[in-house]
């Protein structure tokens, strides 16, 4: 079962948080699990630090399970520092959700009705596994030196930011990394989940599974002109950017 962090003004430290859910399972209600009742750890107290955990889920790979979320944010100043979080398809979720569903009961979970609130994370010196989609959600959040390993082909970040948002997912000095038996070209850094959806990446390391496009759409027929991906002085065998489409915005310091 999900384990819920409600209260606020908390330091929660050396702790292992360890779930099995995944979204093709059947709830006792009948219906499946779906993605947002997947969660290992759910956190939507406020003021609260979260040092050296371990939070994962390891109910598999999402061509066989299906979503399977290890920690859930959805809560004011949350600091995620020295943690592992280990998952495959949706291993970490930063809300709010979108505004709108796209499939009947997409949304089915804890916060499926409430507001979408705007909210901001921070992330130090983490390490985040993971294969589909594995950071994905419309908060703004700051990874300052995390790395970012992917277990299979599939992407690393799946934003929503809303519209009015100015800021979504940031990395600053990370590790874009990759497992042994994950095969070169395999990963894009990120694909929007909704049109507003914003990504930047400053001065990052990115491994040989990083697709020499870089970045792609959600859909091949999905407009990109609100989308909005930044890359700033990549480095490693992923970052040759003679291939990353038009609408990336690639710097370069000389």
Same mark, same amino acid.
């Given at each position: 079962m999900t384990k819920y962090i409600s209260n606020e003004h908390q330091i929660i430290k050396n702790e292992t948080y360890t779930g099995k859910l995944s979204a093709h399972l059947i709830h006792e209600d009948g219906k499946p699990y779906h993605t947002f009742r997947t969660s290992t750890l759910l956190i939507d107290g406020n003021d609260i630090i979260l040092d050296n955990c371990l939070i994962e889920n390891t109910a598999g790979k999402g061509k066989d399970v299906g979503q399977a979320i290890a920690l859930y944010l959805d809560g004011d100043d949350i600091v995620v520092k020295n943690c592992k979080i280990i998952g495959h398809q949706d291993t970490l979720f930063l809300a709010p959700l979108p505004e709108k569903e796209r499939e009947v009961d997409g949304f089915l979970g804890p916060k499926q009705f409430t507001p979408r609130t705007k909210r901001t994370f921070k992330f130090e010196n983490c390490y985040i596994e993971g294969g589909v989609d594995f950071v994905f959600g419309g908060a703004t959040a700051y990874f300052d030196n995390c790395e970012f390993c992917s277990n299979e082909k599939g992407y690393v970040f799946a934003p929503n930011t809303p519209k009015d948002v100015e800021v979504g997912f940031v990395c600053n000095n990370c590790k874009f990394t990759c497992k042994d038996?994950?095969?070169?070209?395999?990963?894009?850094?990120? =694909? %929007? &989940?909704?049109?507003?959806?914003?990504?930047?990446?400053?001065?990052?390391?990115?491994? =040989?599974?990083?697709?020499?496009?870089? &970045?792609?759409? &959600? =859909?091949?027929?999905?407009?990109?002109?609100?989308?909005?991906?930044?890359?700033?002085?990549?480095?490693? %065998?992923?970052?040759?950017?003679?291939?990353? %489409?038009?609408?990336?915005?690639?710097?370069?310091?000389?």
């Open positions: 038996e994950v095969e070169d070209e395999s990963c894009y850094i990120a =694909r %929007p &989940w909704r049109d507003y959806a914003k990504v930047t990446i400053n001065n990052c390391y990115l491994d =040989r599974h990083i697709n020499k496009k870089g &970045w792609i759409g &959600w =859909r091949q027929d999905e407009p990109l002109e609100t989308t909005k991906f930044k890359e700033v002085n990549s480095y490693g %065998p992923g970052s040759d950017d003679n291939s990353r %489409p038009s609408w990336v915005e690639v710097v370069r310091d000389i």
